[in-house]
């Protein structure tokens, strides 16, 4: 394991962002993240595939980057498998190699950028399925006293692009790797969410297999969602807001077609990405930055964008959406 001074992130992150790391290395073993973290050099900042982040300045101390490998089967049973999975693996070729084995489960989140051990943090979720559906524990070392501690379900507290990591536990745990529950065929198959069952009837496809699903779901979001490899993005920026039902009822008074979605505890869903099209958002460019033409919820580096503008832009957005419908909207993504 190699330290580097001064070292360029703009490749490290999907907004394409042009700011430094004061130290960088990246991490093959638990050894090497040892090594890394008795360097002494503080803060640690732990990186995946930088998907998720939006680094406002250069980033001070010292960043790792996971870069954990294997998959294995570590449990076998009648009629599903557990799966550990190192957290510097890519996500999407988990995903890939679940379905070339014959695993259910986690193709409805296929193409999700990132790594396997960034996606317990905000609990990733696509197309009607969310990380904590497939979670059995995970397995993390701790950045201060080096030890490693495994977290079951329940430990993680999982919510809506929640969980522990991100409140209680934040910035202490390096996810080294996690275990997943996977189905042998006969599967239960998830195609009532979005445009799944349209794609599939389009590929003339009536008995979906989970690698049907899973091609449905690369094209749905390859159509829908910039590619940040031609446009930099970290994809929703903001979280969809859970409000009571009296706010969904003052916005229906003058927007009678608001789009909503019931939760179990009598709150509703608005989504976000229409509350900011409201506000006349949708497509609109501020300098560098803007909001992507085909979704609103998604914010974009037209080129050469600072995190600091991205980070107004979102401010200002905040702050139309608050007064226009008296809701408050929160970043999915993490502000470094
Ligand atoms: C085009 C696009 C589409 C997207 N679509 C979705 C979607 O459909 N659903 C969804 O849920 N998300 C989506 N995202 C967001 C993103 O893919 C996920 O949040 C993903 O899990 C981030 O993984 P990463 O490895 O890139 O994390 P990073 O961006 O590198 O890190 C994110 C956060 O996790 C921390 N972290 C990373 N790795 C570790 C680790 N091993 N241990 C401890 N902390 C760690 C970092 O410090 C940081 O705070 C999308 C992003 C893009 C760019």
Redesign the pocket.
């Known amino acids: 394991m190699t330290i580097q001074q001064n070292f360029p992130l703009l490749p490290y992150n999907?907004f394409g962002l042009d700011v430094k790391a004061e130290y960088f290395a990246e991490v093959g073993s638990i050894a090497d993240l040892k090594a890394g973290l008795r360097s002494n050099i503080r803060p640690v900042?732990?990186?995946?595939?930088?998907?998720?982040?939006l680094f406002t300045q250069d980033v001070r101390g010292l960043v790792l980057q996971?870069k954990l490998r294997g998959i294995r089967v570590v449990r076998e049973f009648k009629k599903k498998v557990w799966v550990a999975v190192g957290?510097g693996e890519v996500?999407h070729e988990f995903v890939l190699w679940a379905v070339s084995q014959g695993y259910g489960g986690v193709e409805n989140m296929s193409l999700?950028?990132?790594?396997v051990?960034?996606?317990p943090?905000?609990n990733?979720?696509?197309y009607g399925v969310e990380l904590k559906d497939v979670f059995v524990k995970l397995q993390?070392l701790h950045l201060t006293n080096l030890e490693l501690k495994t977290f079951n379900h329940s430990d993680c507290e999982f919510g809506y692009?929640d969980s522990v990591?991100k409140r209680a536990e934040k910035g202490k745990?390096?996810?080294t790797s996690v275990v997943f529950s996977l189905t042998k065929s006969p599967h239960k198959l998830n195609t009532s969410y979005g445009d799944i069952s349209k794609t599939l009837e389009a590929n003339g496809v009536e008995n979906p297999s989970i690698a049907d699903i899973s091609q449905a779901v690369i094209q749905i979001r390859t159509s829908k969602?910039?590619d940040?490899a031609k446009i930099g993005?970290?994809?929703?920026f903001f979280k969809n807001p859970e409000t009571e039902r009296a706010v969904l009822d003052n916005i229906l008074v003058t927007h009678p077609q608001a789009p909503h979605y019931p939760l179990p505890d009598g709150r509703v869903k608005i989504p976000a990405g229409w509350l900011i099209e409201q506000c006349g958002w949708k497509g609109k460019r501020v300098g560098n930055t803007g909001c992507y033409e085909r979704q609103a919820l998604v914010l974009v580096n037209h080129g050469g964008a600072t995190g600091e503008e991205v980070k107004n832009l979102a401010q200002a957005i905040i702050e139309s959406v608050e007064e226009k419908f008296g809701v408050r909207l929160e970043a999915e993504v993490?502000m470094v």
Do not use: H, K, M
């Open positions: 999907t900042f732990l990186l995946g595939g930088g998907s998720n982040v996971n957290g996500w999700i950028p990132g790594t051990g960034a996606s943090i905000q990733i979720g696509a993390a692009r990591f745990w390096c996810i969602l910039p940040p993005n970290c994809g929703s993490n």
